[in-house]
């Protein structure tokens, strides 16, 4: 088949089953763009920043666990794309940035160049594979070679970079879909490791899971619950991962690391054996890499996608790599077959503590999930939020204060979103936005600070334009409310680049043509997020949430 090279990246992206390639168009993408106007298949998106293209093609990715395309001009179209690759590559998400560059002829000019870049350069250090294009036949081969290395283990980015003068160029190429160019399954485990694995969980008395977001990847959360309850294994997520497991489960932790509950950190210190399912085991996660949330001398049973991760942050008593729904499937085989008790999970005496720490929690944050006063509780919030949304609603949550409100009192009851490892402020909005576009049968909804919100504004006009109907929740209380705590504990005070000058972001809202509206009492929070929802716009709620100190963050991890 004969096909120029605008026709053959875009009939690259119809193998994968794009059906959406984010961007901001440059005079160099047109050529691609005219092909994608005139495919019926894929719709493009335009954002109002580089920036927010390539955070939308991740939230995408995130959300339906396929590679997604953003695509940009040379230069700064490039440039701008970077710490949206790295927040991909650091959350293991497949997302192609394919950045048409200056023409072939021109290489090696420099400065003498418009947009004179090393942009394989620039990007090598946040990706999987950066390459450059060098015939227009290679194209097709060079989708492949970049998608088949986004989806296999571990998951990430790549960056393709596609001189202009080849998108006018044809080449005959053979059009090769994916099943002929990338492995269907990864390895299960062989039996005498699923059978020691078994044995170690069948003996512990006191054994905890740590699942992260391999688990929703591969599908498996079905069988980590079928596991947990099978040996009466509390569960918790990690950071950015809230709801991996049902946190209303009796089982269910919440997340660990800094703002994780106190009775998930006192379960962790009391494991014999923890079960670590593709977890980086991460700085925040495991509280700076000590002891706070991973005893000493406990037994890590890790499984992970990558043999490379086995024992990189806590010596482990054995490690099995492969496809963490199958080797699940295979372990609960084994264990149903060992198991000789009768006794029901829930009448295990330390499930029965568990449900009683939990219990003493709940009521220990009781007086602030019900506060009345003005300015607003964010336990009061997160609370009346939780009860506003539906159960299936996939929530994203931002960075900073609001992440750590967020993990300590939202109650997730299926996998959200949460921002990862790599935090870029700004970037959960247009996350948020290319995840409502991969699961428009959801309700989606962003939870950020007012700081954020003002990074990503913008992107309220790509919201309306293309009608993504995200519910943006953002606390406006006027500070960087980590920092500025910081700033009182340690600074005695002394207050510089945490004040911020936030507009009436309801009104501005309105102005792009969304929908708007400002809550200022607490009583008022359900209705305006049932308000929101009916709208069927995108819709932001401006919250005015209590800046004083007991408001600015929840209890730290110890």
């Known amino acids: 088949?004969?096909?120029?090279?605008?026709?053959?990246?875009?009939?690259?992206?119809?193998?994968?089953?794009?059906?959406?390639?984010?961007?901001?168009?440059?005079?160099?993408?047109?050529?691609?763009?005219?092909?994608?106007?005139?495919?019926?298949?894929?719709?493009?998106?335009?954002?109002?920043?580089?920036q927010g293209a390539i955070y939308m093609a991740n939230g995408h990715a995130r959300a339906n666990g396929k590679v997604s395309f953003c695509l940009v001009g040379p230069g700064?179209?490039?440039?701008?794309?970077?710490?949206?690759?790295?927040?991909?590559?650091?959350?293991?998400?497949?997302?192609?940035?394919?950045?048409?560059?200056?023409?072939?002829?021109?290489?090696?000019?420099?400065?003498?160049?418009?947009?004179?870049?090393?942009a394989v350069g620039v990007m090598k250090p946040v990706t999987k594979l950066s390459i450059r294009a060098e015939r227009?036949?290679?194209?097709?081969?060079?989708?492949?070679?970049?998608?088949?290395?986004?989806?296999?283990?571990?998951?990430?980015?790549?960056?393709?970079?596609?001189?202009?003068?080849?998108?006018?160029?044809?080449?005959?190429?053979?059009?090769?879909p994916p099943e002929h160019y990338r492995v269907a399954t990864l390895p299960a485990g062989n039996f005498q490791e699923i059978a020691r694995a078994a044995g170690i969980l069948a003996e512990a008395k006191n054994p905890v899971a740590l699942a992260a977001g391999e688990v929703e990847w591969h599908g498996a959360r079905e069988e980590l619950i079928k596991l947990a309850e099978l040996l009466g294994m509390p569960v918790a997520g990690t950071e950015g991962h809230k709801g991996i497991f049902p946190e209303d489960h009796p089982l269910g932790l919440?997340?660990?690391?800094?703002?994780?509950?106190?009775?998930?950190?006192?379960?962790?210190?009391?494991?014999?054996?923890?079960?670590?399912?593709?977890?980086?085991?991460?700085?925040?996660?495991?509280?700076?890499?000590?002891?706070?949330?991973?005893?000493?001398?406990?037994?890590?049973?890790?499984?992970?996608?990558e043999a490379s991760e086995m024992g990189k942050i806590y010596p482990i008593e054995m490690g099995i790599a492969g496809d963490i729904k199958a080797i699940l499937q295979s372990l609960i085989g084994e264990l149903r077959e060992r198991k000789n008790s009768s006794l029901d999970w829930r009448e295990i005496p330390r499930i029965r503590e568990l449900q009683s720490r939990k219990s003493e929690w709940e009521m220990s944050i009781r007086t602030d999930e019900t506060s009345s006063?003005?300015?607003?509780?964010?336990?009061?919030?997160?609370?009346?939020?939780?009860?506003?949304?539906?159960?299936?609603?996939?929530?994203?949550?931002?960075?900073?204060?609001?992440?750590?409100?967020?993990e300590y009192g939202f109650t997730a009851l299926t996998h959200n979103l949460g921002i990862g490892t790599w935090h870029p402020m700004g970037a959960e909005y247009s996350e948020t936005l290319g995840a409502q576009l991969a699961t428009p049968e959801r309700?989606?909804?962003?939870?950020?600070?007012?700081?954020?919100?003002?990074?990503?504004l913008p992107e309220l006009a790509t919201a309306v334009k293309y009608n993504i109907p995200v519910l943006a929740v953002v606390f406006h209380n006027d500070i960087f409310g980590k920092m500025h705590r910081t700033q009182v504990v340690q600074y005695g005070s002394r207050f510089i680049g945490t004040e911020l000058p936030i507009p009436h972001l309801a009104n501005v809202a309105k102005e792009f043509g969304a929908y708007g509206e400002k809550v200022v009492h607490p009583e008022d929070i359900k209705p305006a997020v049932k308000r929101a929802l009916s709208s069927g716009k995108p819709s932001l709620l401006?919250?005015?949430?209590?800046n004083s100190m007991d408001c600015l963050a929840p209890p730290h991890l110890a």
Not at 27 to 34: E, G, H, N, S, Y
Not at 105 to 117: I, N, P, Q, T, V
Not at 380 to 401: F, Y
Request: net charge negative; hydrophobic share 45%; proline share 4%.
């Open 1 to 50: 088949m004969e096909l120029n090279g605008a026709q053959l990246l875009v009939e690259g992206m119809k193998l994968e089953g794009a059906e959406y390639v984010f961007g901001m168009s440059a005079t160099a993408t047109l050529p691609v763009l005219d092909v994608v106007y005139n495919t019926s298949q894929i719709q493009y998106i335009q954002s109002q920043h580089e």
């Open 254 to 305: 919440g997340v660990t690391g800094i703002h994780g509950r106190p009775y998930a950190h006192r379960v962790f210190q009391e494991a014999d054996v923890i079960l670590a399912l593709g977890t980086a085991f991460t700085e925040f996660g495991t509280g700076w890499f000590g002891h706070k949330v991973i005893p000493k001398n406990v037994k890590i049973i890790q499984i992970d996608v």
């Open 443 to 456: 309700t989606v909804v962003c939870v950020l600070g007012d700081g954020s919100m003002m990074m990503a």
């Open 136 to 176: 227009t036949s290679r194209l097709a081969d060079l989708i492949r070679m970049a998608c088949r290395l986004a989806l296999s283990p571990r998951n990430g980015p790549a960056y393709l970079s596609v001189p202009r003068n080849l998108l006018d160029e044809k080449a005959c190429v053979d059009l090769v």
């Open 76 to 118: 700064p179209g490039t440039t701008n794309c970077q710490s949206g690759m790295a927040q991909a590559f650091y959350t293991s998400v497949p997302s192609i940035l394919i950045g048409i560059e200056d023409g072939s002829d021109y290489y090696g000019l420099g400065f003498a160049l418009h947009h004179g870049l090393d």
């Open 373 to 406: 006063r003005t300015l607003i509780h964010p336990l009061r919030l997160m609370k009346d939020l939780r009860a506003a949304l539906p159960d299936d609603a996939l929530v994203v949550g931002q960075s900073g204060s609001t992440q750590a409100w967020f």
């Open 542 to 546: 401006e919250v005015m949430v209590d």
